[in-house]
């Protein structure tokens, strides 16, 4: 089943803090959706009110702790490619996990 989106929050919302739970419920496709978007703009509201930080999830950016015979290696191999090291590891990641 395809991940439900809305502003900026996803499906399962992930991303959350251990004490935030977003949940929702509904017999039909149309249902869920409709109790979803209301449950995250119950829980922004909530944020809101009560002067709370809003989770999302994901920023798209995150730090990786590598030996430094690995980063050279990696370095070498996005040169070759003639990639940025930004560049290949963000393809090589895309191919592990099969994403386009």
Same mark, same amino acid.
């Given at each position: 089943?395809?991940?439900?989106?809305?502003?900026?929050?996803?499906?399962?919302?992930?991303?959350?803090? @251990?004490?935030?739970?977003?949940?929702?419920?509904?017999?039909?496709?149309?249902?869920?959706? @409709?109790?979803?978007?209301?449950?995250?703009?119950?829980?922004? *509201?909530?944020?809101?009110?009560?002067?709370?930080?809003?989770? @999302?999830?994901?920023?798209?950016?995150?730090? /990786?702790?590598?030996?430094?015979?690995?980063? +050279?290696? /990696? +370095?070498?191999?996005?040169?070759?490619?003639?990639?940025?090291?930004? +560049?290949? /590891?963000?393809?090589?990641?895309? @191919? *592990?996990?099969?994403?386009?």
């Amino acid at each position: 089943m395809d991940t439900l989106k809305y502003k900026g929050l996803y499906g399962k919302v992930l991303g959350l803090d @251990k004490k935030t739970l977003i949940t929702y419920e509904g017999s039909t496709v149309g249902e869920l959706k @409709k109790d979803f978007k209301e449950s995250v703009n119950d829980y922004i *509201a909530h944020c809101k009110e009560y002067g709370l930080p809003l989770h @999302k999830s994901y920023s798209g950016t995150f730090n /990786i702790r590598l030996t430094p015979r690995l980063h +050279a290696k /990696i +370095a070498e191999k996005s040169y070759e490619m003639g990639l940025s090291l930004n +560049a290949f /590891i963000k393809e090589t990641l895309q @191919k *592990a996990v099969l994403l386009d």
